[in-house]
């Protein structure tokens, strides 16, 4: 590596070191700076290794100007490009030989310990040392330190050695090994010597002598290939970024504690003192007040203010009929970002309608084939055809459709067959062929004897669609209304009320863009539409679209007129607009979720199972089903959500969510958040699937009711930080829930009661007295009117006391650690420039000594825990003694972890300011 200096000039204030000084350096050899004391001589190795900028002129590494680095390539640069030797061997004297030796490659290298195991055996051989490999370093001569400081340096493959008296501090024998030892290393580096020792003269290549500001070479040779070349195992190596392991970091560190016992107990001892006093404050400033809530609150429920109607009734609805076509409409208008088109459907058991006969069929001149799959319910429940060009169609799209024309939809066996009537290859592309060149028909044929009553109706094939189910398609939103009520001629109502048995009840419905349970969400608070019931499409009322009891994906929503005993949506809405503190709310219904306001309870109105295990749920499902219940006998990891639970291990809904502290909140209605308590009955399901069973509905068979549960499966993605049994969703969940995911009807679900959620009985008061006068058609009701209200009184007092004792013990923390961490930098100040000498830069070395701080502020923390856990423990029984409740036992541990965090944060903000100053002040106080 090719070093020049130009034009040097430097000074200390006035006083003038270098005069317009010029050299250059040979790439090998052994360089002597001599002079007289203050000459200048460490300054110019300073300011050759890039150490000193403060300079004009110039320093050329390898044509580079040095003071063009940034500073984190000029630290990388004096890492890989220089050894540095000292008078005092800067050496860790508690480490081992290995451990001196090798921190350079640790903090800077990606070779393996293998390698760097060889290369350190390399070296120690090198300079005679082989077998110190495990001695430490406070038990080797001088000499012996001095090889080693060497050895250190060369393993890390440097470009040249600075040494600044290496041999100042070492007998005449252990000199000229020393001396030996360069001349050897200058034959493979530069070999740069700053020293007043003569007996490097005769060895030198290359002599300056710096006098009156200027240097001048005095001797000027070659330099000779040495016969023992050196070479290190890897030979040079990739360099990274440079930083100190922490597992040498704390093993240093315990090294140093265990050399100062007493002091480092006396240390950590008194500092848990201090912690214990802030331990203590916090704990009653915390947790005297959450464990006197939570005995409190064992026994009644969290603050709630129930909000219903006051002319509250028995029953949720009454007299339902279809809603008019005008009425659909303008709901249709209102939602139309939501809204596609509207229909209308003719709830008639089509099977008994047209009791002798209801059939399609297909024939040519001689076969006739009946589409078993189709009869007049498909006319009903008919699929609206839209033009796609990702459909195919056979023979070709149709835009339009006339109202004698349709598009059938088929399965293969039916496509087969009409293809065997019609005598023509069994695929979907040959029918399409025969229908563009052929007229096909399809032909409803019913009958009702009773009635007297026969009909044909003929509908033109225009094209064929493969179809997992047999169907019919049209492209007209109305096209069934067309056909029963202008073709057939038949009578309608829309209050169900027949005149004649012949007349069909209609009702109308909405198509949705997207899924229904957005539109249901969103016009559940429409206080406009308070006399409507929407009703999704089910088994019930589309036994062709939703052909099973699971969930009907089909996007359509029958529309009903209904007297309603809905809450009143317009007040709420008043409430939330007036009561800005309202976070939380939730509404419930007679089938789903209830807070009785006459007493503490809550809960699901029927049994509400939560467990991972089917199987068990299963067997409770058959027993409730039978009505059996005598028998259901649930385990542990079964828990029931109904409201006669709460006294025996039951579990709550609610919207108020403090802290998540697993996971997420809810997107979906089939994802909950559960209480961390209700996660570990249940067995640590976080991240998991669980299942619930419950009623969907009764079922009047004979002289008894069936129960019909259900078992779904719903995902638990997140666990709130709560100490009672809670699960956790959205104000609309008890509503959307049994809808959207259990398919119990709308007629079930109408809101009668809004149920606002508080964080402290003070807010609940005050909102509970504001809304009763601003409110005079609907009433409030407050369950938990009976809490104390003199807690949060008595502990704004306290808390006051408590926090003033913890400041002052803070205080207190922060001088006694400042005094330590200033002992403990002034003793090692030889440790300091150790690690400067292998290239650490500053903040490197200031996280050494934070961690050893951070090692004590550990240490007291542990001790000041344990003394705060017992205080607190101590705490717990007593109030629980008084509440006669079992939460006098549970442990706080938010101030114990702000005891970990001020213990972590004081030692290290203490340890940074202290370092920071005296690091950079080290050579006035050190």
């Known amino acids: 590596m090719k070093i020049e200096i130009n034009n040097l000039n430097k000074s200390f204030g006035e006083q003038k070191i270098f005069d317009d000084v010029s050299l250059s350096f040979p790439l090998k050899g052994i360089v002597i700076i001599c002079g007289d004391s203050g000459s200048g001589k460490s300054t110019l190795l300073n300011i050759v290794s890039g150490q000193d900028l403060d300079y004009e002129g110039e320093v050329l590494i390898d044509n580079k100007n040095i003071k063009k680095f940034s500073n984190k390539e000029l630290e990388n640069f004096r890492i890989s490009k220089f050894g540095f030797i000292y008078q005092n061997f800067n050496l860790l004297n508690l480490e081992t030989v290995k451990s001196n030796i090798l921190l350079p490659l640790d903090c800077s290298s990606f070779l393996s310990q293998d390698i760097k195991n060889r290369r350190v055996a390399s070296v120690l051989e090198y300079v005679n040392l082989s077998n110190y490999e495990n001695k430490t370093i406070n038990k080797l001569s001088g000499g012996e330190m001095q090889r080693i400081s060497i050895a250190r340096e060369i393993i890390k493959s440097p470009s040249i050695l600075l040494c600044d008296e290496p041999t100042g501090s070492l007998d005449e024998k252990n000199s000229e090994q020393i001396i ?301 209304e067309f056909v029963f009520e202008e073709k057939m001629r038949f009578p309608t109502n829309d209050d169900d009320k027949k005149v004649y048995p012949w007349e069909m009840y209609k009702i109308y419905y909405l198509d949705t863009y997207e899924d229904p349970k957005i539109f249901l969400d969103k016009v559940i608070r429409d206080y406009t539409l308070s006399d409507f019931i929407f009703e999704r499409a089910n088994n019930f009322n589309s036994p062709l679209l939703c052909k099973n009891s699971e969930i009907c994906n089909v996007k359509r929503i029958y529309v009903y007129f209904a007297d309603k005993n809905i809450v009143d949506m317009n007040a709420l809405e008043k409430v939330l607009d007036t009561c800005t503190n309202i976070k939380n709310y939730y509404l419930t219904c007679d089938f789903s979720y209830q807070v009785f306001e006459e007493s503490f309870l809550s809960g699901f109105k029927n049994n509400f199972y939560l467990s991972s295990d089917k199987e068990i749920l299963e067997m409770i499902s058959d027993y409730e089903t039978k009505n059996e219940t005598d028998k259901i006998v649930i385990p542990d990891n079964v828990i029931n959500g109904n409201f006669l639970s709460n006294f025996n291990n039951g579990f709550k809904f609610s919207t108020v969510i403090k802290r998540v502290s697993l996971g997420r909140k809810t997107q979906n209605v089939n994802e909950i958040l559960i209480s961390k308590t209700l996660n570990e009955k249940l067995g640590f399901v976080y991240g998991k699937s669980i299942y619930v069973c419950t009623l969907k509905n009764q079922i009047q068979k004979n002289d008894f009711i069936e129960n019909e549960f259900v078992i779904k499966k719903i995902n638990v993605v997140g666990v709130v930080d709560e100490e009672k049994d809670f699960i956790y969703q959205d104000s609309d969940w008890p509503i959307s829930f049994f809808r959207d995911l259990l398919g119990v009807s709308s007629f079930n679900l109408i809101p009668n009661q809004v149920v606002f959620e508080f964080e402290n009985q003070i807010e609940t008061e005050q909102t509970l007295n504001k809304l009763e006068k601003m409110f005079s058609s609907v009433k409030f009701a407050n369950p938990n009117d009976s809490i104390v209200k003199s807690i949060d009184q008595t502990m704004k007092y306290t808390n006051v006391i408590l926090f003033a004792f913890a400041f002052i013990a803070s205080c207190i923390s922060f001088l006694l650690l400042a005094m330590i961490i200033f002992l403990n930098i002034v003793e090692n100040k030889s440790e300091i420039k150790c690690f400067e000498a292998i290239g650490l830069n500053e903040i490197n070395i200031r996280k050494i000594y934070i961690f050893e701080t951070l090692i004590y502020g550990l240490y007291a923390f542990f001790l000041s825990s344990i003394e705060t856990v017992l205080f607190d423990i101590i705490l717990s029984k007593a109030i629980g003694s008084i509440f006669k409740t079992s939460n006098g036992f549970s442990v706080n541990i938010f101030p114990i972890a702000i005891l970990l965090f001020f213990a972590i944060t004081l030692t290290s903000i203490v340890a940074f300011i202290v370092c920071k100053i005296l690091i950079k002040k080290k050579k006035k106080i050190i």
């Not at 001349?183 to 700053?194: A, D, G, Q, R």
């Not at 939602?335 to 399609?360: A, H, M, P, R």
């Not at 065997?420 to 229908?435: A, D, H, M, P, V």
């Open 180 to 480: 030996s030892l360069l001349k050897k290393i200058s034959s493979e580096m530069l070999v740069i010597i700053v020293t007043h020792d003569k007996s490097f003269f005769k060895s030198a290549n290359v002599i300056y002598k710096l006098s009156k500001k200027k240097i001048k070479c005095i001797k000027n040779n070659k330099v000779t290939k040495c016969k023992e070349s050196f070479k290190l195992i890897g030979g040079h190596f990739k360099k990274r970024q440079t930083y100190v392991p922490l597992k040498f970091i704390f093993s240093h560190n315990i090294k140093k504690i265990k050399e100062r016992k007493i002091r480092s107990f006396l240390t950590y001892s008194m500092l848990s003192f201090s912690l214990t006093g802030i331990g203590i404050s916090l704990m009653l400033a915390f947790s005297l007040k959450d464990k006197i809530n939570s005995s409190i609150s064992s026994i009644i429920d969290r603050d709630l203010i129930v909000m219903k109607n006051k002319n509250n009734e028995a029953s949720s609805f009454s007299n339902p009929y279809s809603a008019p076509k005008n009425e659909v409409d303008k709901i249709s208008e209102k939602y139309k970002d939501l809204i596609k088109n509207t229909g209308v459907s003719y709830q008639v058991n089509f099977e008994d309608f047209f009791k002798d006969k209801n059939e399609f069929y297909i024939k040519n001149k001689t076969d006739k084939y009946v589409v078993n799959s189709l009869s007049a319910r498909s006319i009903n429940e008919y699929k609206l055809y839209e033009k796609s060009e990702d459909e195919i169609i056979y023979p070709y799209s149709i835009d339009i459709l006339e109202n004698d024309e349709i598009i059938l939809g088929l399965n293969y066996v039916d496509m087969a067959n009409i293809c065997f009537t019609l005598k023509i290859q069994r695929n979907y592309s040959s029918l399409g062929e025969y229908i563009k060149t052929n007229n096909l028909f399809l032909i409803l044929d019913v009958k009702n004897s009773n009635w007297q009553y026969d009909d044909e109706q003929i509908f033109s094939v225009k094209a064929v669609k493969e179809s997992s189910d047999t169907c019919i398609f049209h492209s007209s939103p109305n096209w069934n």
